[in-house]
């Protein structure tokens, strides 16, 4: 009997159970086809189990972002911010504020956020257009008092240099010595009032300035009496 060589198997057709191949040399050899089927199932299987690890990663991520984005969402808070310029002794009303999500971390207890009623306070702090409203800012206690804008009229020569809307000064009172009468020390009458507005030289009144000045309701009547006699001198509170 003539040995065969080892043969090396070329697949060459498929018949019902099994596989018909032949090797190198012609001979015609029989493989069972749940052999051939096993060997690729573990090929199959093997592949799967590659897949498994990453697509375990990929859910992971996909939680992992979702947390992420829902923390995030919580974290903010809606605030209330000025709409508009808030002057001090403005008494804060339906449109001066409004909403804004954000995020303030541990500052988050020196501002109003949403569940705080603001409206009906009064200014005590200029808020600029956008900005938070901060605990300093407004007050609710009686002697923060809502404020007047009060017109005055005063001599240019008596209205320090460089006084414009939103200058602090204090105004004095002061008496002129006429016909021998004895002469008054000048008394301050206010100090640390808000100018609103101010024209160095009013046509209505020729050499004379305009001033509007913020005074807390009960002053009004102590800054309009001062300018029944004597005159009023306006000094700038900071320089």
């Known amino acids: 009997m003539r040995l065969l060589p080892k043969s090396r198997f070329v ?82 009303s339906t449109g001066d504020l409004m909403l804004s999500d954000m995020n303030l971390g ?59 809307a939103g200058a602090l000064v204090d105004i004095y009172w002061v008496l002129d010595s006429q016909n021998g009468e004895l002469p008054e020390d000048p008394i301050l009458i206010l100090g640390g009032v808000t100018v609103l507005s101010s024209d160095g030289n009013s046509k209505n009144f020729g050499t004379d300035a305009a001033l509007t000045v913020s005074v807390e309701q009960t002053q009004v009547l102590r800054l309009l009496n001062s300018t029944t006699r004597g005159r009023l001198v306006v000094i700038c509170s900071h320089v």
């Open 106 to 164: 541990s500052s988050s207890a020196n501002y109003f956020s949403k569940d705080l009623d603001l409206f009906g306070q009064v200014v005590i702090e200029p808020v600029s257009l956008g900005a938070l409203v901060g605990e300093q800012s407004v007050s609710s206690t009686a002697t923060a008092l809502a404020s007047s804008g009060v017109p005055l009229s005063i001599r240019s020569v008596d209205v320090a240099a460089g006084v414009q």
């Open 11 to 92: 697949l060459n057709q498929t018949v019902d159970s099994f596989l018909i191949k032949k090797d190198e040399c012609g001979q015609t050899l029989k493989v069972y086809r749940g052999i051939e089927l096993s060997a690729h199932m573990k090929n199959r299987k093997s592949g799967s189990r590659s897949r498994t690890p990453l697509a375990i990663t990929l859910i992971a991520a996909s939680f992992v972002s979702a947390f992420i984005l829902a923390s995030f969402s919580r974290s903010t808070t809606q605030y209330w911010v000025a709409a508009t310029d808030l002057t001090v002794g403005h008494q804060i």
